[in-house]
Nanobody, 127 residues
Framework: QVQLVESGGGLVQAGGSLRLSCAAS????????MGWFRQVPGKEREFVAA????????YYTDSVKGRFTISRDNAKNTVYLQMNSLKPEDTAVYYC????????????????????WGQGTEVTVSS
């Protein structure tokens, strides 16, 4: 059973930066493709970014391309989301998620694919 714990959220002004971290325990982290999702109250959870288990492949939703960077450190069992040039519309609760992947380059783009989820960290971007 994999446990995921996010950190790094907070309040930031528009144009600022935050780095979210997601620490994993209880499994072989390098066996899991990882993703970041976000959710605003009253709306469905939205895909943000994903990374394959070996970092070969990354994928982003269009609205964050060029501003967000997903990365991972398998030695530290941690996945990161560097968020730059933040906008008020990035305000949400951000969740990390993991899925077991046999394929080295596979990324999951749908929340339905992910089995393990963290509790979320809140990001608020003020205008």
């Amino acid at each position: 059973q994999v446990q995921l714990v996010e950190s790094g959220g907070g309040l930031v002004q528009a144009g600022g930066s935050l780095r979210l971290s997601c620490a994993a325990s209880g499994g072989t982290f390098s066996s899991y493709a990882m993703g970041w999702f976000r959710q605003v109250p009253g709306k469905e959870r939205e895909f943000v970014a994903a990374i394959s288990r070996t970092e070969i492949t990354t994928y982003y939703t269009d609205s964050v391309k060029g501003r967000f960077t997903i990365s991972r450190d398998n030695a530290k069992n941690t996945v990161y989301l560097q968020m730059n040039s933040l906008k008020p519309e990035d305000t949400a609760v951000y969740y990390c998620a993991g899925l077991y992947s046999f394929l080295r380059g596979y990324v999951g783009k749908s929340s339905d694919e992910y089995v393990y989820w963290g509790q979320g960290t809140e990001v608020t971007v003020s205008s």
